[in-house]
């Protein structure tokens, strides 16, 4: 029979569900998805800055300075109070700016969850046992935290409609048994820097989606942001596939 670490799945799991997608569903109480989705495309700055041995070797190169310094300036320009006043809407940035810092610790805890998996020793254990394990482990510890802060008493079922169920279904299946899946599996095959170039998608598609749908406005400070943040990430990247 094959052995699953769980100890260390939890810790692997605590770090990038628990913390890191639950950080992205509590702070959008006070910011809108697209907003949520260009802070989270910070996550391979937080890569390479985790990553030791990356950071020491890349360190040296002008690109990536220029990318670490190019993505922290677009998310100082979002989060910057009378910014947010602005594309929010709202007389209450401080609220805005704690949903800010909870995506950022997210987006930390997410890229050392990452880095802390690329050490785990799992053997024969087949790939999707891995990450269900993790998945299973980080689901379970989130859901605890929302029985002991009693979030479970604002659930109403008879309130349920079909629009968070088919979400939460397109979650399960594109963003669970694929897209993690895949995201697991590269890495264990390439350096993280590279696996977390997936931020290069997320915003674009939130920003596009929110915009069509016509639920939140798109203004030119966010589009202006995610830009810059891009590309640094682009310059990140880069960097690190010249020798």
Not at 100 to 110: E, F, H, R
Not at 132 to 160: C, D, N, R, V
Request: glycine content about 12%; some cysteine.
């Amino acid at each position: 029979m094959r052995q699953v670490p769980w100890g260390k799945s939890a810790i692997v799991g605590g770090l990038l569900f628990s913390v890191g997608n639950g950080a992205v569903a509590w702070a959008q109480q006070y910011l809108p998805s697209g907003v949520a989705a260009v802070v989270v495309s910070a996550v391979p700055i937080w890569l390479v800055l985790l990553d030791g041995q990356q950071r020491r070797r890349l360190l040296k190169k002008p690109l990536l300075l220029g990318g670490l310094l190019s993505g922290c300036l677009g998310v100082f320009l979002l989060s910057r109070p009378s910014n947010l006043a602005k594309l929010l809407q709202t007389d209450r940035p401080d609220l805005a700016m704690i949903g800010v810092g909870a995506l950022l610790t997210g987006s930390l805890c997410w890229a050392g969850g990452s880095l802390y998996a690329r050490t785990i020793q799992y053997g024969d254990t087949p790939p999707a046992l891995r990450s269900a394990s993790q998945m299973l482990t980080g689901g379970l510890l989130l859901a605890g935290l929302g029985l002991a802060t009693g979030e479970w008493q604002q659930f109403k079922i008879s309130e349920l409609t079909w629009l968070p169920v088919i979400a939460m279904t397109y979650l399960v299946l594109m963003g669970s048994l694929i897209g993690f899946s895949a995201y697991s599996y590269l890495l264990r095959k390439r350096p993280p820097a590279q696996v977390g170039t997936y931020a290069y998608v997320n915003p674009v598609v939130a920003i596009a989606v929110v915009g069509l749908l016509g639920k939140e406005v798109v203004t030119w400070p966010l589009v202006l942001s995610l830009t810059i943040i891009l590309a640094g990430v682009f310059m990140i990247y880069w960097a690190g596939r010249r020798p």
